[in-house]
């Protein structure tokens, strides 16, 4: 996306959340009541948009990301909430708790967890913040921590592993793949690549990424050469009048899609899903190198704490110091 671009988003955001927000208070109030009434997850979460928006620490800077996230976060409160019989505007105290154990019972990795809590916390922020409701199900709840170390959350998907899903790949998926397993991008990342980002055939073909740990600036992502040959394979055969590289606009359907491949390829999604293929990328550099910088660069972490989960996972299996003392 042009800077261009995302002012005019950041503009259209800032203009449809600030004309809610300018309504007359019994307005608005009347709009979030209604909404809590008929279950419009729509309008629940135009208001609790204009509520992150107007009132959130990030403002109209926030991420379409975020957005995307605290959307599916309200959705999936809401959907919990009403065949149960939960009165949105009413809610009983214990109610809060009910829905993280119930994201807990469904064996969610803890983080998702939090994510929806947060979703489902924000929603009700935006409903106090509309006059609809005081209530506050959410005040006191904690999601259970996670016992597991930072290497143990989401394993990388191994060589054998990557080797098996591209021959199974159709050539679309197969760029996703290597987008990931060997650039180290991120699932929002690519599916913002466009064509023009592409820089196929320099000396050291790359492409323009712009994304979460990137400072909200474009930095280049080095293509590995199995990558240029694959991404100029699916060019070939792709719809012309699309300016994106992938055809899949959102994050939910690009792991919809790897779920999918690896459920043909027989390899195991659950656990490391999309973002494990970014660790595959990590952990390659490491094992290769031993410089856990060239990871950090790679991965475009701010923080090398952030890259040192990478060490871990180059280190396993790899035999004690003092074994054959």
Not at 306 to 323: F, L
Request: charged share 30%; with cysteine; aromatic share 6%.
């Amino acid at each position: 996306m042009s800077r261009l671009e995302i002012v005019a988003a950041h503009l259209d955001l800032a203009g449809r959340t600030e004309r809610l927000a300018r309504l007359e208070p019994d307005e608005l109030r009347r709009r979030a009541v209604v909404a809590c009434r008929d279950g419009d997850e729509a309008e629940l979460w135009a208001i609790t948009e204009a509520f992150l928006v107007t009132r959130g620490r990030k403002g109209a800077r926030v991420s379409e990301r975020t957005l995307e996230t605290y959307q599916d976060s309200v959705q999936t409160f809401v959907r919990w909430a009403l065949p149960g019989g939960v009165q949105l505007l009413r809610p009983r105290a214990a109610e809060g708790f009910s829905f993280v154990r119930h994201l807990e019972a469904l064996k969610l990795m803890p983080s998702s967890v939090q994510v929806r809590l947060s979703g489902a916390r924000t929603l009700y922020a935006a409903l106090r913040w509309a006059g609809a409701t005081e209530a506050n199900p959410f005040a006191d709840v904690k999601a259970a921590r996670d016992p597991r170390a930072s290497h143990e959350k989401r394993s990388p998907y191994t060589d054998t592993e990557v080797n098996t899903l591209l021959a199974a790949a159709d050539p679309q998926e197969r760029v996703l793949l290597l987008l990931a397993a060997d650039s180290g991008l991120r699932n929002s990342e690519m599916t913002d690549v466009r064509r023009a980002d592409l820089r196929l055939d320099e000396e050291h073909p790359h492409v323009q990424v712009r994304g979460k740990g990137r400072g909200g600036w474009s930095e280049s992502a080095p293509l590995s050469g199995r990558g240029v040959t694959a991404i100029k394979q699916w060019l070939a055969i792709a719809p012309a009048d699309n300016e994106f590289l992938l055809t899949w606009r959102t994050r939910k359907s690009t792991r919809l899609r790897l779920l999918h491949l690896c459920e043909r390829a027989g390899v195991r999604y659950e656990g490391r899903e999309v973002h494990g293929l970014r660790h595959t990328a990590g952990t390659r550099t490491y094992q290769q190198t031993g410089d856990i910088m060239e990871a950090k660069d790679l991965l475009c972490h701010r923080d090398i704490t952030s890259t040192q989960v990478y060490v871990q996972y180059a280190r396993r299996g790899k035999k004690a110091a003092n074994r054959d003392w």
